[in-house]
């Protein structure tokens, strides 16, 4: 029901733009994150965006990547800039009610990833 896409090899200081279709059903009134987990490392908070277009990110990317959506395309977008070797990671998508929404067990709908590699 999620589907993410848009990610690939690149050179550090680069931009990629990562995309979630959402199909199946509407995600009208959910939270929209995007999420990353490099080799070892837990799956992280990067963004999200609220049912009223709301945005947060964490510090570690804020000033760097920018979330979107498209309500009638039901996507939500992930543009980064700047990107760093240490922004190597696979990138989810996710989709969940809670509040508390850098933690990532409380998200109900995920995509399955898409890999972002940057290059030194």
């Known amino acids: 029901q999620l589907q993410a896409s848009g990610g690939g090899l690149v050179q550090a200081g680069g931009s990629l733009r990562l995309s979630c279709a959402a199909s199946g059903r509407t995600f009208s009134g959910y939270y929209m994150g995007w999420f990353r987990q490099a080799p070892g490392k837990e799956r992280e908070f990067v963004a999200v965006?609220?049912?009223?277009?709301?945005?947060y990110y964490a510090d570690y990317v804020k000033g760097q990547f920018t979330i979107s959506k498209d309500n009638a395309k039901n996507t939500v977008h992930l543009q980064m800039n700047s990107l760093k070797p240490e922004d190597t990671a696979i990138y989810y998508c996710?989709?969940?009610?809670?509040?508390?929404?850098?933690?990532?067990?409380?998200?109900?709908?995920w995509g399955q990833g898409t890999q972002v590699t940057v290059s030194s």
């Open positions: 996710a989709a969940g009610r809670s509040f508390a929404f850098r933690r990532a067990d409380l998200y109900d709908y």
């Open positions: 965006i609220t049912w009223n277009s709301s945005t």
